[in-house]
């Protein structure tokens, strides 16, 4: 049986604030964080005892390198390419003092928007139980290909294909340009992870309306993140609210992808097939255990600095 959760898109380093509520231009001082959302989310995987191999490409560069030994010291299967092409990405973050985040991108191009599909190889593929991917590596060209090749591959094995549009509108020409390219691929997905706000984006509707449009394009459930109030999964013919985890969030970077993981780690290690998610996920018992999992891990990541550094094991879950 399939175990292994493979996740494709950006890898970049994080600079974080040392402390919250100012503003880009006022921070003294920030620490240095492996981050990138697909890569996160592999992370947290790893960390929670799961299979995980991270599919990008970065700079022949010291931040290269240190994001490929951050990888492999969370336990996460490193499939880098490196160029002299572009350098390793960069993010500068701003934390107000809520936790929620402000970013300031270095890519013109960065390192992971050149991976192209001949570079991904099957064997990186064949043993997925899930592939897993973003938006950000959708922005452009040829990463946007290699991401959409290696989820019809990925597909065609039988894995199951997430899709978290987590949207970053800085990155993209426009907010319609983002809107566009980003609904284009909701049919390549079985399982789509959306918060309140991307629903409001994407469609101007209610998070209901909305999962229920989404749904129509093929996935078979939609999950919406409600921050500390939990999530709602919604399949065509359920809609289940699981509650959130309180916690006192000290940084909200990475809790999305925190989620995610705990989510693609629970369906994984259940065994859970394309055939089978929409009957699973439609089930009060299954969802809760699933996802009330990954509420936790989401909350857990909240409450500490920096994204890949602060997701938690799977003993600080359970405990």
Known sequence: MKRTVVCLGELLIDFVPETNGQALADVPAFKRAAGGAPAN?????????GASRFIGKVGRDAFGEHLRQTLE???VEAA???TDEARTGIAFVSLREDGERDFLFYRSPAADMLLRSEEIGDDWLNDAAVYHFGSVSLVAEPCRSATLDAARRARGLGAIVSYDPNVRLPLWPSADAARKEIMAHMPLADLVKVSEEEVEFLLGKGSLEGARELLAMGPSAIVVTLGPNGCRVITATSDIHVAGTPVAAVDTTGAGDGFVGGMLYQLASRGISAETLGDTL?????CGEIFGFANRVGAITTTRRGAIPSLP??????G
């Open 73 to 75: 010291e969370a336990g």
């Open 282 to 286: 439609r089930d009060p018992v299954n």
């Open 41 to 49: 989310v592999a992370a947290a995987v790893a960390k929670l005892g």
């Open 80 to 82: 880098l390419v490196e």
């Open 313 to 318: 094991t799977l003993a600080e879950v359970n």
